[in-house]
């Protein structure tokens, strides 16, 4: 598929668990989402559950990157929650933590919708990293419409002038609300 802001037809998500139980025959331990990130970010709840419904088949673990850690985690928490509850895959949701000063304290609820569907013998567990600071690529803090069709086609959006007046106040946007450069 790409770098294309589209869902897969059936075939292309046909070969996607096909391609996901042959690695698992050849060893694989799981397999993982990066929902922040374009072009993960493209693909819908439905695309996620039939993969993890292939990966609970094989034993393999589900670990994401989920979809949002700002305004939308809780959201984004129980997305994944959902995936592992239905599909009955392992669930290990990578980083979990809550961006921007609006959402200081919404990890405490997140942590109880986990331990909530822990109580109810969902296999879910969550890992934090030791330090203040994020790590990834600058291209994640684009809006995903400006990563549609991969990087070359990012650079011909920056190349016209409007456009990158777009995407520059779309990567405003967000880092003010998700980032805190006080770092408190």
């Known amino acids: 598929m790409g770098g294309a802001e589209r869902a897969p037809s059936p075939g292309e998500l046909e070969r996607m668990g096909e391609l996901l139980g042959e690695a698992a025959v050849q060893g694989a331990w799981g397999f993982s989402t990066g929902l922040i990130y374009a072009p993960g970010a493209y693909g819908d709840p439905a695309e996620v559950t039939a993969l993890a419904r292939i990966a609970a ?46 959402n200081h304290g919404a ?18 567990t969550c890992d934090v990293y030791p330090y203040t600071a994020s790590s990834t690529t600058l291209t994640s803090r684009l809006p995903a419409w400006a990563l549609d069709g991969g990087v070359d086609r990012m650079l011909e959006r920056l190349a016209d002038g409007p456009t990158r007046d777009r995407v520059a106040a779309g990567l405003r946007e967000r880092m003010a609300r998700d980032v805190d450069p006080e770092a408190s």
């Open 57 to 102: 088949a094989h034993g393999l673990l589900y670990s994401t990157h989920m979809r949002n850690e700002a305004d939308t985690l809780l959201d984004a928490v129980r997305e994944a929650v959902a995936t592992a509850r239905t599909t009955g895959v392992r669930l290990e949701i990578s980083h979990l933590k809550a961006m921007g000063r609006t």
């Open 107 to 124: 990890v405490t609820e997140a942590l109880a919708i986990i331990d909530a569907a822990r109580a109810d013998g969902v296999d879910v």
